[in-house]
């Protein structure tokens, strides 16, 4: 069962780059979201999404952009990649507000 | 705003001793709270939710957390630690979207032999 999947896993990217993540869900989940990770912050909330073609600011949205136009899909963006914006990043989906959050494995990104 | 804040980030035991890990929320309305766990590189898995029903919550591999409004508490516990437990834990809380959850910091368990 593949649950949530998340591409790339690595990225080491050159600041002013952009780059995009993408993560899939196969549990045909209305809700989803997106965090990143830092050591001794816990999990951020970035953007999240309650349904196909809709999004939403989290906690630490600045620098990033997200679009769902697949109901499976959820994708985050770097328009430009600061050093700042070096951290894991994981990708969760769940079947109801506030339910189960199921993650995927992860990204590691790294901006020189 | 809704908020968690665990006490320690580290936390070191020795296998077949009893594990507490303890977190204090902050919540304007009766909360949903949670514990999710982080094996080493792998994604969070979820250990447990309160949502208002019993306030002793049993959850995965032995773990269990009670929630007391009075201390504005949800400790997490576990009678014997097993190696399989060093992980990292997180404490969560329901944000005030209705939809975002708020983690705390964490917490490092170590289990050593």
């Known amino acids: 069962n593949a649950g949530v999947t998340q591409t790339p896993k690595f990225r080491v990217l050159k600041t002013g780059q952009s780059m995009t993540l993408l993560c899939a869900q196969d549990?045909?989940?209305?809700?989803m979201y997106w965090y990143r990770q830092d050591p001794g912050m816990g999990l951020r909330l970035i953007h999240y999404?309650?349904?196909?073609?809709?999004?939403a600011k989290g906690e630490v949205p600045d620098g990033y952009n997200v679009s769902r136009l697949k109901k499976q899909n959820f994708l985050l963006g770097l328009e430009s990649a600061a050093p700042s914006q070096t951290s894991v990043y994981f990708c969760?989906?769940?079947?109801?507000?506030?339910?189960?959050?199921?993650f995927g494995e992860g990204s590691r990104l790294t901006v020189l | 705003a809704q908020s968690v804040t665990q006490l320690d980030s580290h936390v070191s035991v020795s296998e077949g001793t009893p594990v507490l890990l303890r977190c204090n929320y902050s919540?304007?309305?009766?909360?949903?709270l949670f514990w999710y766990v982080q094996h080493p590189n792998k994604g969070l898995q979820l250990l447990l939710k309160?949502?208002?029903?019993?306030?002793l919550v049993k959850g995965i591999n032995g773990f269990e957390a009670e929630f007391k409004k009075s201390e504005t508490s949800f400790h997490l516990t576990k009678p014997s630690a097993h190696m399989s437990d060093a992980a990292e834990y997180f404490c969560?809380?329901?944000?005030?979207?209705?939809?975002?959850?708020?983690f705390g910091k964490g917490t490092s368990l170590l289990v050593t032999p």
């Open positions: 969760a989906s769940s079947s109801v507000p506030i339910g189960e959050l199921f």
């Open positions: 549990m045909n989940h209305e809700y």
């Open positions: 309160y949502t208002s029903a019993a306030t």
């Open positions: 919540s304007s309305y009766s909360p949903s």
């Open positions: 969560v809380v329901r944000g005030n979207s209705g939809y975002a959850l708020n």
């Open positions: 999404s309650v349904g196909e073609g809709t999004t």
